[in-house]
């Protein structure tokens, strides 16, 4: 097959996929559920979601086991695009599979950290494992930092790790160690970018990758000044050093005084004006709708089938949010207006 035969194969295939997410009916109807096993029922129902909650129980199903099983399809159905691409989608997959294993860990030493890993078993990916860099299985067999850093060891992560490591019933900065492995994760995928896509692949990977980059360090800023406090030189260690704006723009926004005036300097940017046609309810929220804004765009009009595979993950992955917000509000009985405010479509 030619190589626009099989990038249109790649297209054609994800956009399908893309064609069955659930539909604004599906989620007006999931806001109406009462109870978790009203929304599996739905989903199994009613959705594409049929194939992998047909044999589930919903009365009897874990809430954690019903999120992996969700995670599960969305990661089956993304590496079963990447199957389709040689040579650069491998490189970009195994980005898509540091970033999960990345949270896994985290998320892990968390729960270590609170003495509550027994909680673990129910999220862990198992079929996440034969991808992973990471043994997540005996990651949630260790009991203390010391044995969990030990995992590490052997793994791409070895390095960072070694400089986070604790002895003696020591504490971990959890937050630094975060953001040392999302910066090593990110470095890896704009190198990807720089040495192993094509020319037309590299223009559209950077264009989504750069935005996707001024969006999360635009809300790093706000939520490091807002709620911690911390000063620019703070605020700088933890951004990206990526995206298209400026070290100008970035220092201006570091050293802001309020919040109107962090939005006032990225107003007449390309950002600025992004986030000018958001409908967000809290500021929070601007990252996960500014990232599902630039890859929904992307997978209507691009032409480059990674592009294309790439914005699916991140698109479906809103949804999984989406579900796993349903899942909360009807679990609690939380009023669906406010739902509303919070499922982003």
């Known amino acids: 097959m ?17 064609g069955k997410r659930l539909s604004d009916k ?46 599960q ?27 999960d294993e990345i949270e896994q860990m985290i998320r892990f030493l968390t729960l270590l950290t609170s003495d509550r890993t027994h909680e673990y078993i129910f999220t862990m990916p198992k079929y996440f494992a034969e991808h992973a860099n990471v043994d997540l299985s005996a990651l949630s067999r ?46 890896y995928l704009y190198t990807a970018i720089n040495t192993r896509a094509s020319k ?51 220092k201006k926004l570091c050293g802001s005084g309020s919040s109107a005036e962090l939005f006032e300097t990225v107003e007449d940017t390309k950002l600025g004006k992004m986030i000018g046609k958001m409908n967000y309810v809290y500021a929070g929220q601007i990252q996960e709708i500014g990232i599902y804004m630039v890859t929904k765009r992307n997978i209507h009009f691009s032409t480059q089938p990674v592009v294309g595979a790439l914005s699916y993950v991140f698109v479906m992955q809103q949804e999984y949010s989406n579900i796993v917000s349903l899942i909360e509000g009807a679990r609690y009985g939380a009023d669906p207006d406010k739902l509303r405010g919070i499922v982003i479509i």
Do not use: W
Not at 38 to 62: I, M
Not at 73 to 99: N, P, Q
């Open 2 to 18: 030619s190589s626009s035969r099989s990038a249109g194969a790649v297209l054609a295939k994800m956009r399908a996929k893309y």
């Open 26 to 71: 599906d989620y007006e109807n999931l806001l109406g559920c009462k109870s978790v096993a009203e929304v599996v029922t739905y989903l199994k129902n009613n959705t594409y979601y049929d194939s992998v909650l047909r044999t589930v129980n919903e009365r009897e199903v874990h809430r954690g086991r019903l999120e992996q099983i969700l995670r």
């Open 73 to 99: 399809k969305l990661f089956d159905d993304f590496y079963s695009l990447c199957r389709y691409m040689k040579g650069t989608g491998e490189y970009f997959a195994e980005f898509i599979i540091r970033r």
């Open 142 to 187: 260790a009991r203390d930092v010391e044995s969990y850093f030990a995992v590490l060891n052997g793994t791409p992560y070895e390095k960072i790790a070694e400089r986070y490591r604790v002895k003696n019933g020591g504490a971990v900065n959890i937050s630094e160690f975060e953001n040392a492995l999302y910066h090593y994760c990110y470095d």
């Open 200 to 250: 037309s692949e590299r223009k559209a990977l950077l264009d989504m990758f750069d935005q996707i980059v001024d969006i999360m360090n635009f809300v790093r800023i706000f939520r490091l000044k807002k709620y911690y406090r911390e000063p620019p030189e703070v605020i700088g260690h933890y951004l990206f050093p990526y995206g298209t704006l400026s070290k100008s723009t970035i």
